[in-house]
């Protein structure tokens, strides 16, 4: 009787051992991030001018005259002629390492190529030329300077996706993301799908010889200024002759910047603590006059009149659970106040026509809103359209949309902003 109780006891102790040991282990879902690096001499050697390429990896997007400009993330940027926007066609594609942002005036284009900036000819947009190169403009906090040519630089990272068998003594079991060591992160699958892991480098623009940014911008014209903020500080250009930019002063704003906005004679910088306000009468040294703190998220900004919309979401990246629109009263400039939050899904970018509101939602597609009431935004969605992933978008007037996402790059008739309607796609192609 008594080898059987302890027979018992025996089995009843494994069992429970193994029951244990099956929940402390998981089989997890994560995309593995490579660091990528090149010396500045391999950056700027594979500068050329190509055939029109696929979209596989769109991010941010530009609208100069008839032409779409479209960043392929940290490769380079494609040309669109969209004098048909039923039928827009894919014109060139310019290889840019690390390009992750663009402006232009006078057919000139500027763009980041990692820590340079370019100034490329697309008087012909068959065959852009490069016309000057100011070495190691960007990320100057990291300790680069001019004499870079043999340093390694991150320009971006490649991605893997893994299935790993954890137990609950291992890294990564229960988390969302972790470090791996030697510049690796690693992020759960579904986290994974709504980040976007950026590297160093470089907002809206207006006026007859210049172009219309996206929200997430971090380029902005004010003629004969080209301002550029990379992770923490505010870049000033001189381009009163387009073709020959020169590099002026470089003012301090805070870590973790990540968008511009130019309007009138303000800068207003959206960054993952708040957003800032700098003073630009006197255009080639911006000042700081205010700072709107928020929760730690990520941050586009849209100013209208006396009125900022921030749009603030979550993301492994931004550091937050965060999902919400920030309606903020500038009319003192100096003491922004905030009007109302409204909870959002996953806001990206966001832009205004005539009092209303488009807002891309991410993997909840893209949203409508009547803002004539900053106090009742909530009350006046009027549309929602879910049928793809929306990222940014441009509203070129109260009637045609450009919005670029993970689908591809969709134009929208937005007429009647009560039923949008699909004007022409051209999508991501998925290797």
């Known amino acids: 009787m008594k080898q059987s109780v302890c027979f018992l006891l025996l089995f009843l102790l494994i069992s429970f051992t193994s029951c244990f040991k099956d929940d402390c282990i998981s089989h997890q879902k994560f995309v593995r991030f490579d660091p990528i690096y090149k010396t500045a001499n391999a950056i700027r050697s594979e500068f050329k001018v190509g055939q029109a390429q696929e979209l596989k990896n769109p991010g941010k997007i530009y609208v100069y005259g008839h032409y779409l400009l479209v960043n392929e993330i940290a490769e380079g940027i494609h040309i669109i002629d969209n004098r048909n926007p039923a039928s827009p066609q894919n014109v060139s594609f310019i290889t840019?390492?690390?390009n992750m942002d663009m402006a232009v005036k006078e057919n000139v284009l500027y763009a980041d190529n990692a820590i340079d900036m370019l100034a490329i000819d697309i008087s012909d947009v068959t065959a852009p030329k490069l016309l000057k190169r100011l070495n190691a403009v960007?990320?100057?906090?990291?300790?680069?300077?001019?004499?870079?040519?043999?340093?390694?630089i991150l320009i971006g990272y490649s991605r893997t996706n893994v299935t790993q068998v954890l137990d609950c003594n291992q890294q990564g079991f229960g988390q969302n993301s972790f470090p791996g060591g030697g510049g690796v992160f690693w992020f759960s699958a579904d986290v994974a799908a709504q980040s976007s892991i950026k590297t160093p480098g470089s907002s809206?623009?207006?006026?007859?010889?210049?172009g219309v940014a996206g929200s997430f911008s971090r380029f902005g014209i004010v003629d004969p200024y080209l301002y550029a903020i990379d992770q923490s500080d505010l870049h000033v250009i001189y381009i009163d002759d387009a073709k020959n930019p020169k590099e002026g002063k470089s003012v301090s704003v805070a870590w973790n910047v990540e968008t511009l906005f130019p309007y009138k004679d303000k800068l207003f910088i959206g960054a993952q603590s708040g957003m800032y306000i700098m003073d630009n009468k006197n255009p080639e040294a911006p000042t700081l006059l205010s700072t709107f703190s928020h929760a730690r998220a990520c941050d586009p900004v849209y100013v209208e009149g006396d009125i900022a919309y921030i749009t603030l979401r979550n993301g492994t990246r931004c550091e937050n659970f965060t999902n919400e629109l920030d309606v903020v009263d500038i009319t003192n400039i100096t003491s922004p106040r905030l009007i109302k939050k409204y909870a959002m899904s996953n806001p990206h970018g966001l832009s205004i026509v005539e009092d209303v509101l488009y807002l891309c939602e991410g993997d909840y597609g893209f949203k409508v809103f009547d803002v004539k009431d900053n106090n009742a935004i909530d009350k006046h969605q009027l549309s929602h359209l879910t049928s793809f992933h929306?990222?940014?978008v441009i509203a070129l007037d109260a009637a045609h949309l450009i919005v670029v996402g993970e689908n591809g790059l969709l134009q929208l008739d937005a007429s009647d902003p009560k039923n949008i309607k699909s004007i022409s796609l051209i999508p991501v192609v998925k290797n």
């Open 96 to 98: 840019i390492a690390g």
């Open 138 to 152: 960007f990320n100057r906090s990291y300790g680069w300077s001019a004499n870079v040519d043999n340093q390694p």
């Open 204 to 210: 809206g623009a207006s006026g007859a010889s210049v």
């Open 390 to 392: 929306a990222y940014d």
